[in-house]
């Protein structure tokens, strides 16, 4: 049992904290937002996070798991402390690290046996610089959790990823039997991070404008994705077109590594151009529904789906709202419906897709809930003023759908 530090209750503090309580370590997390502590204290976490609500509850029953505002407790006396605070996007595009130089300002608290380990995603060389104002050993462990599998993906990891001096003791922390460990330098490790999400970004534009030349030359983007995923090399994940890749991640690690590869004075235009088609999806969706629609002034359209992905309520960097942004400008008229979303600025937000689906002149799939696929066709077409799809996701079934008097427009393939 070690006594951890962790230093930030987002959705990796958080789950780093209650995963570690969970393994059997004594745990302090802090952060500085008073009412989110409040809140954990009571068990109440505001993530949609499968799994987590139950161990931050059985953390706090055994005494394992505490939580504090400010910093003191975690750092002072804790044999490691875990950096979980944000690094977002700054002015030029490179990480802004303002919040780990404000938990450094307090590094004279840390035990002098103790070791700092920089979670956060931090451009390559950070561990290096941090190293050189703390007077304890500083480990880069980067953490690959996606958001509404972070339990999941902490307790039962692919690999993990230690660099700088007591790694090895950073990675028993985990007690994950039979999963790949690898140590490496502190800029090693951060490279990894940044590599990761990067290569996936590169992957999902590249998969986006296949599909918009599969629209164009009359080919299908799943037979062609699902035949390209079956050479091991390139493999089937993450091959899904969708209205881009959004989140708290992958827009603002690309941007960093971007400005990083810059600042290195090296070049890196296919970064760029991931992050440029990227940044064109909402354009296209919104011309594809245009063509179908027509001129979206005074046009009630019907948002299904405004978190950046399915299983989360995180609204951040989300594709939906970039549409729904570019359609309001347009003078549409827009209510949306997200499963896992109750309120969103700006937005009337509804609390079912048939709600949503009343009066509209168009659905528009944003978001690849599960539940979007098994919706009452018949009865949304009733509801709805002229019956038409726009799928952006490729979720709702064809021959349903069709056979429900609706026009479907997918993407990358052939409408029905
Ligand atoms: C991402 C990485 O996947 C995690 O490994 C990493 O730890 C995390 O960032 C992080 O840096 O903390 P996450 O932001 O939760 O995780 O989201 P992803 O599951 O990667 O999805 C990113 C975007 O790609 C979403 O907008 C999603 O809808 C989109 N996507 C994903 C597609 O459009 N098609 C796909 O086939 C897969």
């Given at each position: 049992?070690?006594?951890?530090?962790?230093?930030?209750?987002?959705?990796?503090?958080?789950?780093?904290?209650?995963?570690?309580?969970?393994?059997?370590?004594?745990?302090?997390?802090?952060?500085?937002?008073?009412?989110?502590?409040?809140?954990?204290?009571?068990?109440?976490?505001?993530?949609?996070?499968?799994?987590?609500?139950?161990?931050?509850?059985?953390?706090?029953?055994?005494?394992?798991l505490?939580?504090?505002?400010?910093?003191?407790?975690?750092?002072?006396?804790r044999?490691?402390?875990?950096?979980?605070?944000?690094?977002p996007?700054g002015?030029?595009?490179?990480?802004?690290?303002?919040?780990?130089?404000?938990?450094?300002?307090?590094?004279?608290?840390?035990?002098?046996?103790?070791?700092?380990?920089?979670?956060?995603?931090?451009?390559?060389?950070?561990?290096?610089?941090?190293?050189?104002?703390?007077?304890?050993?500083?480990?880069?462990?980067?953490?690959?959790?996606?958001?509404?599998?972070?339990?999941?993906d902490?307790?039962?990891?692919?690999r993990?990823?230690?660099?700088?001096?007591?790694?090895?003791?950073?990675?028993?922390?985990?007690?994950?039997?039979?999963?790949?460990?690898?140590?490496?330098?502190?800029?090693?490790?951060?490279?990894?991070?940044?590599?990761?999400?990067?290569?996936?970004?590169?992957?999902?534009?590249?998969?986006?404008?296949?599909?918009?030349?599969?629209?164009?030359?009359?080919?299908?983007?799943?037979?062609?994705?699902?035949?390209?995923?079956?050479?091991?090399?390139?493999?089937?994940?993450?091959?899904?077109?969708?209205?881009?890749?959004g989140?708290?991640c992958?827009?603002?690690?690309?941007?960093?590594?971007?400005?990083?590869?810059?600042?290195?004075?090296?070049?890196?235009?296919?970064?760029g151009?991931a992050?440029?088609?990227?940044?064109?999806?909402?354009?296209?969706?919104?011309?594809?529904?245009?063509?179908?629609?027509?001129?979206?002034?005074?046009?009630?359209?019907?948002?299904?789906?405004?978190?950046?992905?399915?299983g989360t309520?995180?609204?951040?960097?989300?594709?939906?709202?970039?549409?729904?942004?570019?359609?309001?400008?347009?003078?549409?008229?827009?209510?949306?419906?997200?499963?896992?979303?109750?309120a969103?600025?700006?937005?009337?937000?509804?609390?079912?897709?048939?709600?949503?689906?009343?009066?509209?002149?168009?659905?528009?799939?944003?978001?690849?809930?599960?539940?979007?696929?098994?919706?009452?066709?018949?009865?949304?077409?009733?509801?709805?003023?002229?019956?038409?799809?726009?799928?952006?996701?490729?979720?709702?079934?064809?021959?349903?759908?069709?056979?429900?008097?609706?026009?479907?427009?997918?993407?990358?393939?052939?409408?029905?």
């Amino acid at each position: 049992m070690a006594r951890i530090g962790v230093i930030g209750a987002g959705y990796v503090g958080l789950t780093t904290a209650a995963c570690f309580a969970e393994l059997g370590h004594d745990v302090v997390c802090a952060d500085v937002d008073e009412g989110r502590v409040r809140a954990l204290r009571r068990a109440e976490v505001a993530v949609l996070e499968p799994g987590l609500t139950a161990l931050v509850e059985r953390g706090l029953a055994t005494g394992r798991l505490r939580f504090v505002r400010g910093n003191r407790d975690a750092l002072a006396g804790r044999d490691f402390v875990f950096l979980c605070v944000p690094t977002p996007t700054g002015g030029d595009g490179a990480a802004d690290l303002s919040a780990v130089h404000a938990v450094l300002g307090e590094g004279h608290l840390l035990s002098p046996d103790s070791v700092l380990v920089l979670k956060s995603t931090v451009p390559p060389g950070t561990a290096d610089t941090v190293a050189d104002v703390v007077d304890v050993p500083v480990v880069s462990n980067p953490e690959f959790l996606r958001e509404g599998h972070a339990v999941e993906d902490f307790l039962r990891p692919q690999r993990i990823v230690v660099g700088g001096p007591a790694a090895r003791r950073v990675s028993a922390l985990y007690r994950a039997e039979g999963v790949p460990v690898v140590v490496t330098s502190t800029v090693g490790a951060e490279l990894v991070k940044y590599a990761s999400n990067c290569f996936l970004a590169v992957k999902l534009s590249y998969v986006n404008s296949l599909a918009e030349l599969c629209e164009q030359v009359g080919a299908d983007v799943e037979d062609v994705t699902a035949a390209m995923g079956l050479d091991d090399r390139i493999g089937t994940a993450f091959l899904a077109p969708g209205p881009g890749w959004g989140g708290s991640c992958l827009p603002k690690d690309t941007r960093a590594l971007l400005a990083a590869a810059e600042r290195a004075g090296v070049d890196f235009p296919l970064l760029g151009a991931a992050i440029s088609t990227n940044d064109h999806q909402p354009h296209r969706v919104v011309a594809k529904l245009r063509d179908v629609v027509g001129p979206l002034e005074g046009a009630r359209i019907a948002l299904l789906g405004l978190a950046f992905k399915a299983g989360t309520n995180d609204l951040r960097d989300s594709p939906a709202l970039a549409v729904a942004d570019l359609l309001a400008a347009e003078g549409a008229d827009l209510v949306a419906y997200d499963p896992g979303v109750l309120a969103a600025a700006g937005l009337r937000v509804v609390e079912s897709a048939q709600d949503a689906a009343r009066g509209a002149r168009a659905l528009l799939v944003l978001t690849e809930w599960p539940e979007f696929a098994e919706l009452d066709w018949p009865s949304l077409a009733q509801d709805m003023s002229d019956p038409v799809i726009v799928d952006t996701r490729n979720l709702v079934p064809p021959d349903k759908v069709v056979e429900a008097g609706f026009r479907l427009v997918g993407t990358g393939r052939r409408n029905p």
